[in-house]
């Protein structure tokens, strides 16, 4: 049989990344947040002092991008995600990051890798693709928790219902790779689920694959 690639791709802040770590345990298998990549682009941009709206100059950073640049501070932060969505649109910064991707990917051992375009365009024969959505409110109401149990008082829902909408429309409109569920991803909606439930019904779609008779 093929190796269990699980390819999970979703919008900001639906709890993909929780969801995958959890799931890359489970299955003992290794796991890539494909969003640091870009993140970390976003990252090297601003303290080359380039324009992140300009194709070619981040696309010529994420080129150089090394496996150090990925543990640069704060870059799971919010501002560091609004960045990576503006650096993401550019079709040189993308091409630069699928050879990564698509390596860690087709390791032997299989992958687990979380995104918006891994069943799509990194992963389009990943054994596995779930789409993790959830409404935009539940979204905000997530990330506003979480930012203001990390002590950020400047956080107001509203702003960050905005936000996500504003993200999700950049992420899903730009040309190159748009946030989309793959035809034959399973979706799941986890605006009724915690992450507990979001995990157990995640397993159920892994299992049902593995179960499948002989599949490649
Ligand atoms: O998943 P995360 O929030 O870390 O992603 C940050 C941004 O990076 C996303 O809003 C998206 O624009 C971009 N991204 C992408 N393709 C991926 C992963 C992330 O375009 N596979």
């Known amino acids: 049989t093929a190796p269990l690639t699980i390819a999970i791709d979703g919008p900001a802040a639906a709890g993909k990344g ?3 770590k959890r ?3 489970r299955y003992r298998l290794p796991y890539l947040d494909t969003g640091l990549l870009y993140r970390a682009v976003g990252r090297q941009v601003t303290i080359g002092n380039a324009d992140p709206d300009d194709p070619e ?3 010529a950073i994420a080129r150089k991008l090394d496996i150090a640049h990925l543990d ?7 501002d560091a995600g609004e960045l990576a969505s503006r650096v993401a649109v550019h079709q040189p910064v993308r091409e630069a990051l699928v050879a990564f991707q698509r390596s860690f990917a087709s390791r032997a051992e299989g992958a687990v890798l979380d995104g918006r375009d891994i069943g799509t365009v990194i992963c389009p024969h990943a054994r596995v693709k779930i789409f993790v959505t959830a409404s935009p409110e539940v979204r905000a109401r997530r990330r506003t928790d979480e930012l203001l149990s990390h002590g950020r008082e400047d956080i ?3 702003r960050i219902l905005a936000e996500v909408k504003a993200r999700d429309e950049r992420d899903s409109l730009r040309a190159v790779a748009p946030l ?5 991803a399973h979706l799941l909606d986890t605006s009724e689920l915690d992450i507990d439930a979001a995990f ?3 397993c159920e779609v892994v299992d049902r694959v593995l179960a499948e008779p002989g599949r490649h």
């Not at 640069?72 to 919010?78: A, F, I, Q, V, Y």
């Not at 989309?180 to 034959?184: G, H």
């Open 18 to 20: 929780t969801l995958a």
């Open 23 to 25: 799931v890359a345990e």
């Open 57 to 59: 100059m981040a696309g």
């Open 72 to 78: 640069e501070p704060g870059l799971r932060g919010h």
């Open 156 to 158: 107001d829902y509203d």
């Open 180 to 184: 989309r569920p793959a035809a034959d």
């Open 200 to 202: 157990r019904a995640a």
